[in-house]
């Protein structure tokens, strides 16, 4: 059994940084791909990027080129999404997402094709000034 935590959210002017974080409290992350999803109030979610087991990301939009990184560090059980020149179209709750039976450990081609059975249960990211 797999069990996600999310943490890093926050108030940031237009222009400023977060780190998210996505960490197991139950389980492991190691040779899991995790995939990150926002939603905005009034919108549908989208997934916004994947990390797979040997830390390659995908960018899931066009956006957030450039802007977001995905990294992991196995041995803190943590996956992060460092997120640069945040803008107040990125204002939404983030929530990490994997699926560990059956094992899922590459990225899939779009966030929406995969199947999870591990979500946190998100947290916010307000970009305002």
């Known amino acids: 059994q797999l069990q996600l935590v999310e943490s890093g959210g926050g108030l940031v002017q237009p222009g400023g940084s977060l780190r998210l974080s996505c960490a197991a409290s139950l389980g492991t992350l190691d040779h899991l791909a995790i995939v990150w999803f926002r939603q905005a109030p009034g919108k549908e979610r989208e997934g916004v990027s994947c990390?797979?087991?040997?830390?390659?990301?995908?960018n899931y939009i066009h956006s957030i080129e450039g802007r977001f990184t995905g990294y992991r560090d196995n041995a803190k059980n943590t996956v992060y999404l460092q997120m640069n020149s945040l803008q107040p179209e990125d204002t939404a709750n983030y929530y990490c997402?994997?699926?560990?039976?059956?094992?899922?450990?590459?990225?899939?081609?779009?966030?929406?094709?995969?199947?999870?059975?591990?979500w946190g249960l998100g947290t916010q990211v307000t970009v305002s000034s």
């Open positions: 997402a994997a699926n560990s039976d059956p094992f899922s450990h590459i990225c899939p081609d779009a966030a929406a094709e995969g199947r999870y059975n591990a």
């Open positions: 990390i797979d087991y040997r830390a390659y990301t995908r």
